[in-house]
Every structure is written in structure tokens, then in C-alpha cells.
């Protein structure tokens, strides 16, 4: 084993071990990553009980999905995935309201960036996410802390890449606004 959270890599054998539902295999498998899956779950639901139900959710779901994994290096990533869809879909609320339209011009790129830049220097960060709904939360959480590219994120929440990008800057638009009161 190498690596740490979703980079950790198994052994071959307690992959394959754990396809064919020892438990052995499927214990060190779950040990080896429960905490960057439940770290993942935390920050996308902010409620720890939450997180921990929906852990359990992602490794019921990973045991009984094992087998579509054809790519034993690809575990850590498959099962962040499944972690991220899983949270997404506890949260899955209609994916437009009226005033998402894709006629709207697409925002600037580096503007996306720099807005990015001043959110993670502030001091009351805490604070100032925990003002946002669920939906915007996750956004902000998936593309700044996790990685994600508005792409992804388009595939992730079942909409367009444009509108990603719309209900981002509408989120640091509010964090921007509620950070200078």
C-alpha cells in the first residue's frame, strides 16, 4: 500500500479478494479508505452524522459495485466518484430555475479564477460558506477543494457547463457581497 486518501493504492489481491466478497479484503479496503471518503463527504454535506451515513451509503454501494471495476489502480478515484455522486444525489433538488438560461454570456475565465483566489485567502471562510444553500456549497466545495473542473462539474450535477459557471460566480457573488458587511 502507497500513497494517502484516494491516491492509496491496494494490492491486487485484496482487490480481487474483496470482489469475490471476502471480508477480510473488504475490511482493508474500507480502513484503507473510509477517511479521505468520509474527509470528502464532511465537506460536501457539513454535517458529520450526515457524512458518516452516507459513508456507510458509498461502501454498501462499492462492495455490490465492485466487479464493474476493471482497473485495480483506478479504485481510489472510482471510489471518490461514488462518494460525489452519492452526496449529489442526497442533495439532488430540479437542476434549473428560471433565471439559469444558457443565453447568458460566458463568464471570463480568469475573472472565475481570481474570484477563486480572494475567497481562499480569507480569514472567515467557515463562515462565510456556511451562508450558502447546499447547492452552491458543493459547488464551491468540489471546484476548490476538490479539484474539479466546470466540466466535471457539469456531468456531476446533471446541467451544462455554462450554467456551472453561472451558479458559481452567483455563489462568490454572495460570499463577495456578505464578506463586506
Given at each position: 500500500?502507497?500513497?494517502?486518501?484516494?491516491?492509496?493504492?491496494?494490492?491486487?489481491?485484496?482487490i480481487d479478494g474483496a470482489k469475490q466478497g471476502r471480508r477480510d479484503s473488504q475490511r482493508v479496503l474500507f480502513e484503507t479508505y473510509q477517511p479521505a471518503v468520509q474527509r470528502l463527504l464532511v465537506g460536501m454535506c457539513r454535517e458529520q452524522e450526515l457524512a458518516r451515513d452516507l459513508t456507510q451509503d458509498v461502501f454498501i454501494q462499492a462492495f455490490q459495485k465492485l466487479q464493474q471495476l476493471r482497473e485495480p489502480n483506478a479504485l481510489g478515484g472510482w471510489l471518490k466518484q461514488l462518494a460525489v455522486n452519492t452526496a449529489l444525489s442526497h442533495f439532488r433538488r430540479p437542476q434549473h430555475t428560471a433565471n439559469e438560461t444558457e443565453t447568458?454570456?460566458?463568464?471570463?475565465?480568469?475573472?472565475?479564477?481570481?474570484?477563486?483566489?480572494?475567497?481562499?485567502?480569507?480569514d472567515n471562510i467557515e463562515?462565510?460558506?456556511?451562508?450558502?444553500?447546499?447547492?452552491?456549497?458543493?459547488?464551491?466545495?468540489?471546484?476548490l477543494v476538490e479539484g474539479y473542473q466546470h466540466d466535471e462539474?457539469?456531468?456531476?450535477?446533471?446541467?451544462?457547463?455554462?450554467?456551472?459557471?453561472?451558479?458559481?460566480h452567483r455563489a462568490l457573488k454572495k460570499l463577495r457581497e456578505r464578506s463586506q458587511v
Open positions: 500500500m502507497h500513497g494517502h486518501g484516494f491516491g492509496q493504492q491496494l494490492a491486487k489481491d485484496v447568458h454570456a460566458e463568464l471570463d475565465a480568469q475573472d472565475w479564477l481570481s474570484q477563486s483566489d480572494w475567497l481562499t485567502q480569507l463562515q462565510l460558506l456556511a451562508q450558502l444553500d447546499d447547492h452552491e456549497y458543493q459547488l464551491i466545495w468540489l471546484y462539474l457539469a456531468d456531476m450535477f446533471d446541467t451544462t457547463a455554462v450554467v456551472i459557471r453561472q451558479r458559481y
